[in-house]
């Protein structure tokens, strides 16, 4: 049994929990963190998920991904996750995730990282992950087309390469006085 922090409308915990599975009530909101990795080719980690794993099997998808369970901060989960899945560790203290976004149960935090990491020294976990390789933007949204990739915003994997190098929302930096 998972349990996971609810989360009221401004992100404060509610010192409640809830099981994984059961439904949230109107109000409650949970948080999931992903961790998307690019070398410094501008390719993006990707992984396959497992046959067997409910929901998207055999689907591509970023990097990692996954709930915060109880107690964990934002950074805390990406840590976890990204050890778990892929058996890289990644010290995230002090790291903010580059966006947020809100869906109807919950945050979504997008922790961008580049780093040139060998696959061949990477460990999968069994009940999670089959595969992992590098991939462009280019080859992800063709992956999205044949509904071999989980079905993201075409728009959102846009958003996460060029978002990859810096922060905010405007693309290069002017001193405007």
Not at 50 to 74: E, H, I, M, R, Y
Request: charged share 25%; glycine share 6%; aromatic share 12%.
């Amino acid at each position: 049994m998972e349990l996971w922090d609810v989360y009221d409308l401004d992100r404060n915990k509610t010192n409640r929990t809830w099981v994984r599975g059961e439904e949230l009530q109107p109000g409650d909101f949970h948080l999931v963190v992903h961790v998307c990795i690019f070398n410094s080719n501008g390719d993006m980690l990707i992984q396959q998920r497992q046959p067997f794993k409910a929901g998207w099997p055999n689907l591509w998808d970023l990097t990692v991904g996954g709930s915060a369970t109880v107690g964990d901060t934002s950074q805390t989960a990406a840590q976890r996750e990204l050890y778990e899945e892929i058996g890289l560790k990644f010290d995230f203290q002090n790291k903010r995730p580059h966006l947020t976004i809100h869906f109807q149960r919950g945050f979504d935090d997008f922790y961008l990282i580049e780093e040139d990491v060998q696959l061949h020294t990477l460990s999968l976990q069994y009940e999670e992950v089959q595969n992992v390789k590098w991939a462009s933007k280019e080859e992800i949204l063709t992956l999205i087309k044949k509904e071999e990739f989980i079905p993201y915003y075409e728009s959102l994997i846009h958003l996460l390469f060029d978002s990859r190098k810096q922060r905010g929302t405007i693309s290069r930096i002017e001193n405007r006085s």
